[in-house]
């Protein structure tokens, strides 16, 4: 399984009483994007920083170099428009040579002015791309205070740490972070996208993904990662929330608020003496001096 990341473990803030479902049954609820709490997730389109005549001009000289350059061109997609002007390598006698540099401005010019269609097909195909997904959405932070009252019940609820990754070969493993940004994320530079049209180079994932793992800087307090998987077919429901369950051993952690119920406590430390003995138990408190949580270690 990938692993682009050296994190140990993972947090997951939730309430006393989704914590209790998550521990007996060993699963997660992975959410569509269109439940998100942010209207602006998965929703972010691309934004291009070159326009028409820089794309014209860079593609005329991309064509230029692919009939008339120094050494054969190298793709790695068949693409027609690569493969047009490769084919007049060497079958263009140098007294037509200034027509053809001509023809391929032209024909460059004529390529670039779809490039307002492109931007507005490729961003509805983006997004409902990513609009077919399941994602879990976890933190590297388990002591952040506004998360505890966001997400864990304005602290009576708890934080799961999630660990042991490489052990079960967890799909955390392929979790990635979030990118805090304040626009859209930028597409590629007109050079890469020039190399994509005539076929010297894919679009990758990290490209093509980009967007899902995009929010405002606004929500850079949540540290957030992502696991992120298609979730095409029927399998998935039409609730746009799927339970996947996880070894137990990933379990590594419970933490608990500085206001939760001594009763919910109870039932969740019962829970885990039984299926989770090797979990470490934390008990919040609020800080004498500072705005802080601090925790203690229980049952050592």
């Not at 939760?260 to 406590?265: G, I, L, R």
Request: charged share 25%.
């Amino acid at each position: 399984m990938p692993h682009p990341h050296d994190k140990q473990v993972f947090y997951k803030y939730l309430s006393g009483n989704v914590t209790k479902l998550v521990l007996e049954s060993a699963t997660f609820q992975w959410s569509a994007p269109a439940l998100f709490n942010d209207p602006f997730d998965h929703q972010a389109s691309y934004r291009f920083d070159f326009d028409e005549d820089q794309a014209a001009d860079h593609l005329a000289k991309a064509l230029e170099e692919i009939v008339f350059g120094a050494s054969d061109p190298v793709f790695e997609e068949d693409k027609e428009l690569g493969r047009k002007f490769a084919q007049m390598r060497g079958r263009i006698p140098d007294q037509s040579k200034d027509r053809a540099i001509y023809a391929m401005k032209q024909s460059a010019k004529a390529s670039a002015s779809r490039l307002g269609k492109y931007k507005i097909d490729l961003n509805a195909t983006l997004l409902g791309l990513l609009s077919q997904a399941r994602v879990l959405c976890v933190s590297e932070t388990h002591d952040n205070v506004v998360m505890w009252s966001h997400y864990a019940d304005c602290h009576k609820g708890v934080v799961l740490e999630l660990g042991r990754f490489n052990e079960v070969e967890d799909n955390l493993l392929a979790a990635k972070p979030v990118e805090y940004v304040e626009q859209f994320p930028l597409f590629m530079s007109v050079e890469n996208w020039i190399d994509y049209l005539t076929g010297k180079t894919r679009i990758h994932d990290d490209i093509l993904y980009r967007p899902a793992f995009a929010k405002h800087v606004d929500w850079r307090y949540e540290k957030e990662w992502r696991v992120w998987i298609p979730a095409i077919g029927p399998g998935w429901g039409t609730t746009g929330r799927t339970l996947l369950s996880k070894d137990r051993r990933v379990f590594t952690g419970l933490y608990f608020g500085c206001r939760v119920d001594p009763e919910v406590k109870a039932q969740l430390l019962a829970i885990a003496a039984t299926a989770y003995p090797e979990m470490k138990i934390y008990q919040a408190h609020v800080a004498a001096d500072s705005f802080q949580l601090v925790f203690e270690r229980q049952f050592n």
